[in-house]
């Protein structure tokens, strides 16, 4: 059993958990922050992503104890952090996949901000060949992965205020529907 401090979304956490704990683990089962999911558990799947040092990180695959002295920053994180420097509402990628209808089970989708998140903060302008590179590792059962990469982009539009090209959820049923 370790006794050890981790640094998640700002807040130093007191940690008791086995040696051989990964972060995911203690994410999940010590801390009670369940936003970052727990998939295949085994490195496939990125539904564990996290950002140590403002890099994607699976969390399944990384010893709790390894993260020690870093910056954690996991899906409870992004609000507070957009609050804190003057936005309003959640993160904007995150208001931005709400508004794009970018999730349906939702397993994904912390992981999948995350790494979108990590994406923009290097690449503000991201092509969509970009978005498939930054997000090869989170893996969507639903989706079919064309309203995340909307979703993305509607959130670089709004940050760069430009017109965003949102086919959003509604649009779409609407465009679908028969003219009355
Ligand atoms: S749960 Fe970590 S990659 Fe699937
Ligand atoms: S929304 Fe279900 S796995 Fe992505």
Known sequence: MGEYQLEINGDSHDVSAPDHWTLLEVLRYRLGLTGSKQGCDKGDCGACTVLVDGQPVLACLTLAR???????????????????AGGTGADPLQQAFDRCGALQCGFCQSGMILSARALLERCPRPSREDMRDALSGNLCRCTGYTQIFEAIESAVAEKLHLQPNLRSWEAQ????EPSR
């Open 66 to 84: 390894a993260s020690e002295g870093r910056a954690i920053t996991t899906i409870e994180g992004l609000m507070p952090a957009h609050l804190r």
């Open 173 to 176: 049923r609407a465009a679908q």
